[in-house]
């Protein structure tokens, strides 16, 4: 069932402007949260999925999204936990748990994202107690939740109002140049309404009267970006070199450039291609296969590539919520994390790379029975053996 209605005029959702450029455009495609029971026959809704390079701010915007988010909770990768940690260190290393007169900060909000995780642990063990929205809390943190505010103008407001007057706000995101340099189109789904590069989110940080003062990247993801930023006229501790040379770095890589951007385009075949002619052949040579993490970025790949139970037969994953469930546009079913110790696959496809020193430690009967993981994020590779 098609929905497509494609707007000829995209608006940003940051600058307001109308001006800009659709650099991956992934036709129809289903919402990427929506996750039917197995029984469900369909056909499953489908909807126009475009990124759109904003002229004015250099944003990239989720064109259109007419979804309904429905965003069954995932269960947060070991990968996640171990940045969030080494985050807070570097942070607390950095200065950023102290006012600027030295003593200690006491109060914490955290905006949530509906793919898991939260810092409040970690950050109580540092002494930071969590303070409802509207308080004015010492440390705002969001991890991959601002993005999911269709207005982004409002939602970085609502973060900013909630810092007290000296605190610091804390915003980590996937960076986009991490995005393009990778291939990653798949990034690109319905409810997640922006993608920043650190010289666009300096700059609407900028705006909102906050000036960034120290920048750290991870290797998450490929690339992610925790950027500390605080009221402009605000002591404190500053790395500001941090920060230029992210923006610089992105900068130079054109991020916001549409030329760049829109490579995205071509590599969705590529990668698309690659995984079906992969599977094709495993199933050809007689050999079993299964897939592991139902994750949201899955969704378009299987899609594009049409890629059904015939070459995949299930998705194993370890979310409560997805299982017994099914691919949206792609009837694949969902299964628990056991079925792949059960069902002993020659090969695990796994959708998040980051995920695989934790599965291989999860589920060392894969490999212990000869079988092998195959990453296909960013392009389809085979793990090498553990050594």
């Known amino acids: 069932m098609s929905t497509r209605e494609v707007s000829e005029t995209v608006t940003c959702r940051w600058c307001g402007s109308t001006s800009g450029t659709v650099v991956l455009d992934l036709g129809d495609q289903p919402a990427a949260d929506h996750f039917p029971a197995v029984d469900d026959p369909g056909p499953d809704p489908v909807h126009p999925l475009r990124m759109w390079l904003c002229s004015g701010c250099g944003l990239a915007n989720l064109a259109e999204d007419p979804t309904t988010p429905e965003e069954p909770r995932g269960a947060e990768p070991q990968a996640m936990i171990d940045q969030a940690r080494d985050a807070v260190g570097r942070v607390r290393d950095a200065g950023l748990l102290s006012a600027p007169d030295g003593t200690a900060r006491t109060t914490v909000t955290e905006f949530g994202s509906p793919h898991g995780g939260s810092w409040l642990d970690l950050l109580a063990d ?18 991959f939740g601002l993005m999911h505010d269709a207005d982004q103008a409002a939602g970085l407001a609502r973060r900013a109002a909630a810092v007290a007057p000296e605190g610091t706000l804390l915003l980590q995101f996937h960076t986009l140049a991490a995005i393009v340099a990778d291939g990653g189109w798949n990034a690109l789904r319905h409810g997640h309404f922006a993608y920043y590069s650190t010289p666009v989110l300096v700059r609407m940080l900028a705006e909102v009267g906050f000036e960034a003062t120290h920048a750290f990247r991870f290797d998450l993801y490929g690339g992610t970006v925790l950027l500390a930023a605080r009221r402009h006229g605000v002591g404190g501790p500053t790395e500001p070199a941090s920060v230029d040379a992210l923006v610089a770095a992105e900068t130079a890589a054109g991020v916001l450039d549409p030329a760049v951007v829109g490579t995205l385009e071509g590599a969705t075949a590529a990668s698309a291609d690659a995984l079906a002619e992969h ?6 040579a007689g050999r079993s296969v299964l897939g592991y993490a139902a994750a949201s970025r899955a969704v378009p790949l299987l899609n594009r590539a049409h890629i059904g139970p015939d070459l995949l037969p299930a998705v194993a994953d370890g ?14 079913p969902i299964v628990g994390p056991d079925e792949v110790a059960r069902r002993g696959p020659d090969e695990v496809v796994l959708f998040v790379t980051d995920l695989l020193e934790e599965m291989r ?27």
């Open 126 to 143: 540092v002494g930071l107690s969590p303070l409802p929205e509207g308080e004015g809390a010492d440390l705002v943190i969001d991890c």
């Open 279 to 284: 599977l094709s052949a495993v199933r050809d």
């Open 319 to 332: 979310s409560p919520g997805k299982q017994g469930r099914r691919f949206p546009g792609v009837p694949v």
């Open 361 to 387: 430690g999860r589920i060392p009967e894969v490999e212990a029975a000869g079988g092998r993981w195959v990453v296909v994020d960013p392009v389809v590779r085979v793990a090498e053996p553990r050594a």
